[in-house]
């Protein structure tokens, strides 16, 4: 049971990337994904969530429309494309999930960290001015 996080890395302002995060071991589409960044000294933020079906997302402000979040359950993949990349981006991205409760809403959870039990491993981005 493991989620893997990749597609991080080094581009400049205004460049777009796209985060993957791969579900192994068990059944993603049961499960909300949060995907959440963390720069050093700094609390983990819950940038965007999105239930099973995919139906309800989630973001926070300083990347609502520039940030988009999906989810491909036969693939058991989970998706953030960033785009308009700011210098302040610059984090380490995780993807975590959670079994999704009954009348899940994304905006209630996300800021939760102790929500999500399991969690990948990172993956930077880092934004140059």
């Known amino acids: 049971v493991q989620l893997q996080a990749s597609g991080g890395g080094l581009v400049q302002s205004g460049d777009s990337l796209r985060l993957s995060c791969v579900a192994s071991g068990f059944n993603l589409a049961f499960y909300a994904i949060g995907w959440f960044r963390q720069v050093p000294g700094k609390e983990r933020e819950g940038i965007s969530c999105i239930s099973g079906s995919g139906s309800n997302i989630s973001y926070v402000d300083s990347v609502k429309g520039r940030f988009t979040t999906a989810r491909d359950n036969a693939k058991s993949t989970a998706y953030l494309q960033m785009t308009s990349l700011k210098p302040e981006d610059t984090a380490t991205y995780y993807c975590?999930?959670?079994?999704?409760?009954?009348?899940?809403?994304?905006?209630?959870?996300?800021?939760?960290?102790?929500?999500?039990?399991?969690w990948g491993q990172g993956t930077q981005v880092t934004v140059s001015s």
């Open positions: 975590a999930v959670a079994p999704e409760p009954q009348g899940f809403h994304p905006s209630q959870y996300c800021s939760h960290t102790g929500f999500f039990g399991l």
